[in-house]
């Protein structure tokens, strides 16, 4: 694999190597302000970019230590450490005062917290870990070994949404030749070049075309937006800095920073254009956002109006929940998981108005919570509303998903009656469930009942 890489990069490196014919002009001519062939770079920057490295780009280091605390057989508690390195691509851009800044991408030098499911997913990490480090360095290549003599770095200016990190070197560092373009200039058809180091390996060029622009991305948490490069390039090669050559002066531009990959595709990547990256690169600050304020904690008083109209279904932990008025109480039933070929009840939650405290009032302020946040949901997707309310809806959508996991761990915890569920008091069968379609089937276990109501 390796072979075939430098293989590339050699043949990538071709035409940027070669110089004009005799009698030839000095440059290839060009419109816009950016040129369509790499040729069209001065020699001395033809020269500087023909080399196989790049001093001013580096190969990064990101190490992670996740503490994971478990209970092993006898209930000793265990604390497991597990240690994750990535590596991928930065480049110094400018010193400032005793520091020299290095740009690449967030999710090259960032970990969650705490590991889970879905961003927060860590490859080889229980779920529930801990970071408790993390170490950011320049090294040489993926198989350096750590060393207390590799330059330290620490983040600066850290922005997921544009998935841009800066980062700050004690050590003095080659900085950028080259200064900040426009990639607002740039037209379908332009060349690029990316340098950086692929899979961590080795210094590499990869030489493209711009073959897309406008391409906002808001995955994983990111909201910017990027053009797409038939630039063959791989992982590792996040926060590589991406050229462009101009007409006017001949010089290559910077004019954003790789970041990604389509899956299942080849040279089929994008970059980050450069435009929105300006403030964070020159003035060391995240850019001012109008921020939608977030959707208000859920009114009851709404649901329980919504429940004189009769039985409302509503998901909660990944089950379904059917919530109904039965005098002044409200009955909350989790159905079977096979429901709707069931409808049969798994557990049952009476929520008399009482007081409760702990885990208790964590419950039913879930419950609420959500049967509100399911009703407002409804009502934003109405026709009249909906042209209105796409990002009301996005923004309940998106509560609704983070709060699946603490619905099923509350659910678990009731089930299995744990401690913290002591002020929720076990009492007789409801006697208005007797004799109800949805009752246990015959021959069945019954349901865990349980009444919110005071000690």
């Not at 590799?150 to 070197?169: F, G, I, M, T």
């Not at 909350?332 to 007081?355: H, K, N, Q, W, Y």
Request: hydrophobic share 40%.
């Amino acid at each position: 694999m390796l072979r075939g890489a430098r293989a590339l990069v050699a043949v990538l490196l071709v035409p940027l190597a070669s110089r004009p014919a005799q009698g030839a002009p000095a440059r290839t001519p060009c419109t816009g302000r950016y040129a369509d062939t790499l040729a069209a770079m001065v020699a001395a920057a033809r020269e500087r970019e023909s080399r196989p490295s790049a001093d001013w780009v580096y190969c990064l280091r990101a190490t992670a230590t996740y503490e994971h605390v478990h209970y092993r057989r006898g209930g000793k508690l265990v604390h497991e450490y597990v240690t994750k390195t990535r590596h991928g691509t930065g480049f110094a851009f400018r010193q400032r005062g005793g520091e020299w800044l290095v740009a690449t991408n967030q999710h090259v030098v960032a970990f969650p917290e705490v590991t889970g499911d879905g961003p927060d997913l860590v490859e080889g990490v229980p779920a529930g870990a801990r970071r408790v480090r993390i170490d950011l360095r320049i090294v040489a290549n993926e198989s350096e070994p750590d060393s207390p003599e590799q330059v330290a770095l620490r983040p600066v200016v850290v922005d997921e949404p544009l998935d841009l990190a800066v980062l700050a070197s004690p050590e003095p560092l080659h900085v950028m030749p080259y200064r900040l373009g426009r990639s607002a200039d740039l037209r379908v058809g332009n060349a690029v070049l990316a340098r950086g180091y692929p899979l961590g390996a080795f210094p590499a060029a990869n030489a493209g075309r711009v073959i897309g622009l406008g391409q906002r991305d808001v995955e994983r948490g990111w909201d910017h937006e990027d053009f797409a490069v038939d630039a063959l390039l791989n992982l590792g090669s996040s926060g590589s800095p991406v050229l462009a050559v101009s007409c006017e002066t001949g010089q290559p531009e910077l004019v954003g920073v790789y970041h990604a990959g389509y899956r299942n595709a080849q040279g089929l990547n994008v970059v980050i254009s450069l435009d929105q990256l300006r403030s964070v690169l020159e003035e060391l600050r995240v850019p001012a956002r109008s921020v939608a304020p977030d959707e208000p904690n859920a009114d009851p008083s709404e649901a329980r109006a919504a429940l004189t109209r009769g039985p409302i279904l509503f998901p909660f932990g990944g089950r379904v929940v059917r919530a109904e008025r039965q005098g002044d109480a409200v009955r909350f039933a989790v159905l079977d998981s096979t429901f709707p070929l069931s409808t049969r009840i798994e557990l049952t939650v009476l929520d008399r108005g009482a007081a409760a405290e702990g885990r208790a009032a964590e419950l039913r302020g879930a419950l609420w919570e959500q049967l509100a946040l399911v009703l407002r949901y409804r009502v934003a997707e109405q026709p009249a509303e909906a042209p209105r309310t796409a990002t009301v809806r996005e923004r309940i959508a998106a509560r609704l998903q983070r709060s699946e996991d603490d619905q099923q761990q509350l659910l678990a915890a009731l089930k299995a009656g744990a401690d913290g569920f002591a002020q929720i008091t076990r009492g007789a069968r409801d006697p208005a469930a007797r004799g109800r379609l949805d009752s246990p089937d015959r021959g069945g276990s019954p349901p865990v009942e349980v009444i919110l109501e005071t000690r």
